[in-house]
């Protein structure tokens, strides 16, 4: 069962929470820098570093070999940045069987270890991280430097090197035009806030990506709490949102929500965007407890099968824009029936 | 009661506004309050429990605006120094705002300890936009000689005179050693009267 099948915490408001470690190796440049036979060393010593830890649970991805399609579909769930779709480059992902733990291989550093779990779960995402950055630095010889902590290509990723983000659903602050303050806030504490397919994205059908940028100066904890701290701010907010729109306008917010659940399970063709915005309605449907509505688990997968890379890979071809919105309404309105049916 | 903005709706809440001294009354209906960002009571917004001025810092990186300007300064210096790990320069770091190797942190450790400073405001003089009051006597402490330096590096760097940024560097490089060797020293004496 992958990570994105399960429940977790505040999952009315939180889709889903990463924790990375970025780690670099002793005695060899930056992955920028690297000559080719320094390339397949390094990804070597790594793949096989963690292999060594557990043999079974992780496979290797080697990202040079895949087709743009399966790249995108690896991006729109989030395991590797949409940066890296395009990237030339001799790059690998090391991903573990429920897809919840992975080491991104020669992206900016040479390790990327990264944890994701559904919900708000900081905690938890944190120790899976950390246990195999751990792990890995047992069997590794990690770059460590006394004054500046844990050393990293970009003087951003210093000292702890860890990123901690949340996937956040409000629809809630944005109808109450509260999203720009509450994201200006975010932005003047420190914080990263992106759209849902990150930097440069849209803020589309009101998801959030947040992250901290500080990373150094602060114990790794400290930065967990920190993030812990914002972020139950952020979500009760989220949830007043809700409360007072459902009192002041219940009607107008059934009849959308309800719309939206009606177009997805009728429609025949769709786009990406109008996709994603329905899903976003139907997934506050979920979360205000709207009877005959599919759960937080089942919307996250379709969101991850519609987009433009995962659509194309699961009908194992090349689609042009109008055969993608057909077979997205085909499969949106499957799942639809299935779902509602059981 | 009619709402005063769309003259449409029945208005049930009701706004008080102050605005230089003038107190206006109106009355809005529940989408126009929305439009504009208002709710009736009991959904009032708590303010971030975080102090703004790490975030400012580090928009105020240097590191960063350096990477989005690739000029060629540095280039013509002789002073340039260039890392042993990986042989890239100053020059070479500012263009992809990455270093090249982990070396590169000792080889520009001077350079690399004041942008990371005001990452995590370790020398809060050059850090603006402080209103804390703990923070004002700080900066009435008389500075010393390598914090002077280190502030006048800053400004070179900001102004992008690598040359002279490169000289003030060495000196504080000097000075530290001193400052080190006289620490041994003296903890030798005192070894040496127990
Ligand atoms: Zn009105
Ligand atoms: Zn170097």
New binding site residues.
Partial sequence: MSWYEEHGPDQDVVISTRVRFARNIKGY?FPHLLDREETSELINIIVEAVQRLDPKSFHLVELNSLNLTDKQSLAERHLISPQLINSQQNKCLLINREEYLSVLILDEDHMRIQAINAGFNPDQAFEQAKNLAVALESVLEIVYDQEFGYLAACPTNVGTGLRISALLHVPGLEYLNQLKYMIDSLRRSGFTVRGYYGEGSSEQGQMLQISNQITLGKSDLDLVNQFKTILSVFIKQEREARKHWFEHEKIKLQDRIYRSKAILSNAYLIGHEEAFNCLSDVRLGRALGFVGFPDYTDILSLIYLIGVGSIQKKEGQILNSEQRDIARAKLIKKHFADLINN | MICDKCHKNEANISVKTMVNGIAENYYLCPECARKQGLFQSGFGFEKLPVSNFLGQALFNFPFASMSNQPTSIGTKSNKSVR?P??G?DFADLRKTGL???P??YT?FHDLIRSMLDQIHGGHIHHVTQIASADVVIEEMKPLTEIEKLRSELQEKIKLEQYEEAALIRDKIKDLTAAETDETTNNSETEGEAE
Avoid: Y
Wanted: a neutral charge; glycine letters at 18%.
């Fill in positions: 440049k | 890392c790990g990986c890239q270093f090249g190797c070396e590169c080889t």
